[in-house]
């Protein structure tokens, strides 16, 4: 079954850029999205078709996926973006997550 | 506005049975593959089921496959997902979301731009 692999945690300085990778078998040739997920909540739909962001989501998110790799990308990264992010695409017919990443900003 | 909420969660023996239900407004759910996420206490997302937008094909992940059903009603706005022989590893809150699919240049995407709150499922003695 095809696997999605993220770094389980990354730190940022604020004001800083961070990067959270999604990896996965010729990933490129799929489309990728991303979800932001703070405790308690639900996850919230942030990056889709690798770098669209939805209305209402702030331009210092960006994506982009080539390769083997899929990359969130979170410039002048702001405290409010602490959260757990999760890369997630689609394959044959299923949907697949990858294990996410915690994004701790200090 | 576009909303999505469950119900139906609670706290079950192991194979017990539970049948969540999620309640759609604000949009035309008849459109709409729908899907059911679970997240385990301290974990990631899982996928559990999608079902197209007529309820005529749906597919579920290998863990649950021939114990739950997911199922649609699209005169009511409700999807719903009937849990059997539920074991402990089905404990996780339960989130119901609105599918985006297609194509476009060459490839398919496929991604959910709603959610609900979540519902909790506890299977424990």
């Known amino acids: 079954s095809y696997e999605l692999i993220q770094p389980p945690s990354v730190s940022v300085s604020p004001g800083q850029t961070a990067s959270i990778t999604c990896s996965g078998d010729k990933l490129g040739n799929k489309y990728a999205c991303w979800y932001q997920q703070k405790p308690g909540q639900s996850p919230v739909l942030i990056i889709y078709?690798?770098?669209v962001r939805p209305s209402g989501i702030p331009e210092r998110f960006a994506g982009s996926n080539s390769g083997n790799t899929a990359t969130l990308t979170i410039s002048g990264t702001q405290a409010m973006d602490e959260a757990d992010y999760y890369c997630?695409?689609?394959?044959?017919?299923?949907?697949?997550f990858g294990g996410g990443t915690k994004l701790t900003v200090l | 506005q576009v909303q999505l909420v469950e119900s139906g969660g609670g706290l079950v023996n192991p194979g017990g049975s539970l049948r969540l239900s999620c309640a759609a407004s604000g949009f035309t759910f008849s459109d709409y593959q729908m899907t059911w996420i679970r997240q385990a206490p301290g974990k990631g997302l899982e996928w559990v089921s999608y079902i197209r937008s007529s309820g005529s094909t749906m597919h579920y992940t290998d863990s649950v496959k021939d114990r739950f059903t997911i199922s649609r009603d699209n005169a009511k706005n409700s999807l719903y997902l009937q849990m059997n022989s539920l074991r402990a590893e089905d404990t996780a809150v339960y989130y119901c979301?609105?599918?985006?699919?297609?194509?476009?240049?060459?490839?398919?995407?496929?991604?959910?731009?709603?959610w609900g709150k979540g519902t909790t499922v506890t299977v424990s003695s």
């Open positions: 078709r690798d770098n």
């Open positions: 997630q695409a689609w394959d044959s017919i299923t949907v697949v």
């Open positions: 979301a609105r599918v985006i699919s297609g194509s476009y240049s060459k490839y398919y995407y496929y991604y959910m731009d709603v």
